[in-house]
């Protein structure tokens, strides 16, 4: 079975994408800093929206020390073909 969920853009962007088109999606700072790629999301699924970006893949044994390698999705400037986030 395949779930989908899809994910609001920050309000200037008019448009919806695929969570899944996220994953691989490199991750830059608004400096041009790159952060790494995206390789895990963490969602919220009572409220249906996403909490965390991650550059490393999440087990649930390391779930508790995730903040490290992982970016508040509340960060996100934009997402497309890459994802920028503030600094």
């Not at 994953?23 to 041009?32: F, K, L, N, V, W």
């Not at 087990?59 to 903040?67: L, N, S």
Request: include cysteine; charged fraction near 20%; charge should be positive.
């Amino acid at each position: 079975m395949r779930v989908w969920f899809f994910i609001h853009l920050p309000p200037y962007c008019e448009c919806m994408m695929r969570i899944s088109d996220l994953y691989g999606s490199e991750i830059y700072d608004q400096g041009g800093k790159f952060w790494g790629n995206v390789k895990d999301i963490i969602l919220n699924v009572e409220e249906g929206n996403v909490l965390r970006l991650s550059t490393e893949t999440i087990r649930q044994e390391t779930i508790q020390h995730f903040a490290k390698k992982s970016i508040p999705y509340s960060k996100v400037v934009s997402a497309g073909q890459i994802v920028i986030v503030q600094r």
